[in-house]
């Protein structure tokens, strides 16, 4: 894996603790030469993952609406910042530039991404791992509503499976490298 796209929330969350694990995810990628992809952001969490792995000289990459990037949320210290039209051009540019899709804690935008790029394997579009951190349980409600979903026959137990879900930062990367 050469890099990872990361979805994340454009706030911090009201714990300290998405925070610290945004940047130990940055720093991570770093150390272990990594590229992220992400997206393009200078606030929330994806502020704080891009501001980290910059610091330990990492390889960052955003992609970025000119909506976005016109509201000033765009990161200016960037190794590069591809600025798109849609905010579906920016999933689709992200999904190319990515060996595989890791999420952290977010929002709706973020869900949105997740989705869409564990959708993109449903469909074969891609053979691309995906992976949910679930930091503290704060996935367990989505969680158990994927489990729903194959209890009730509306997403196939393997679909269900191919979304690599862990509590661990670093097994969880482990476990994208390895897919």
């Known amino acids: 894996m050469k890099s990872l796209c990361v979805f994340c929330g454009a706030n911090p969350g009201n714990h300290p603790r998405y925070l610290k694990v945004a940047r130990e995810l940055g720093a991570l990628l770093a150390r272990e030469n990594i590229t992220l992809v992400y997206g393009g952001g200078r606030?929330?969490?994806?502020?704080?993952?891009?501001?980290?792995?910059?610091?330990?000289?990492?390889?960052?990459?955003?992609?970025?609406?000119?909506?976005?990037?016109?509201?000033?949320?765009?990161?200016?210290?960037?190794?590069?910042l591809h600025v798109v039209d849609t905010m579906a051009r920016r999933k689709q540019v992200m999904g190319d530039l990515s060996d595989a899709f890791l999420t952290l804690p977010g929002g709706i935008g973020t869900m949105d991404e997740l989705f869409e790029a564990w959708t993109w394997t449903q469909l074969e579009l891609h053979r691309k791992p995906c992976g949910l951190l679930n930091q503290e349980g704060y996935y367990d409600p989505l969680i158990a509503f994927i489990d729903r979903c194959i209890e009730e026959g509306f997403l196939r137990p393997r679909h269900g499976a191919a979304l690599l879900v862990d509590t661990d930062l670093e097994s969880l990367v482990r476990k994208l490298r390895e897919h």
């Not at 910059?54 to 949320?73: F, M, N, S, T």
């Open 43 to 80: 606030v929330g969490l994806m502020g704080a993952l891009a501001d980290a792995a910059l610091a330990d000289g990492g390889r960052v990459v955003g992609v970025i609406p000119q909506l976005l990037l016109d509201k000033e949320v765009g990161h200016s210290g960037l190794t590069e």
